[in-house]
Nanobody, 115 residues
Framework: QAQLVESGGGLVQPGGSLRLSCVAS????????MGWHRQVPGKQREFVAR???????DYGDSVKGRFTISRDSTKNTVYLQMNSLKPEDTAVYYC?????????WGQGTQVTVSS
């Protein structure tokens, strides 16, 4: 059964850094575009970043220049390095894998940026 498991969330002060990880099991990963979205209660889920199976990368406007997405095929893992964090980055961060009509989501990990 396909599964995505995120980790690495937590509480960090403004200006700090965190690295999120997402491990994919089953048949997800190699041919899939992997990505991160985030959601604040009462708001729509927001696109953060994605990386295709051949390494093409896109970022949401609000995180460009601060966040970096990467993937390690040997570990079936996608990472999100988050630097210069701001209070408005506070959200639940979700990993997803997509290929055509097949889309899978992780359970989410909370990131809180606060002093």
């Amino acid at each position: 059964q396909a599964q995505l498991v995120e980790s690495g969330g937590g509480l960090v002060q403004p200006g700090g850094s965190l690295r999120l990880s997402c491990v994919a099991s089953g048949s997800i990963f190699r041919p899939y575009t992997m990505g991160w979205h985030r959601q604040v209660p009462g708001k729509q889920r927001e696109f953060v970043a994605r990386i295709t199976d051949i390494g093409s990368i896109d970022y949401g406007d609000s995180v460009k220049g601060r966040f970096t997405i990467s993937r390690d095929s040997t570990k079936n893992t996608v990472y999100l390095q988050m630097n210069s964090l701001k209070p408005e980055d506070t959200a639940v961060y979700y990993c997803n894998g997509a290929r055509g009509a097949n889309v899978y989501w992780g359970q989410g990990t909370q990131v809180t940026v606060s002093s």
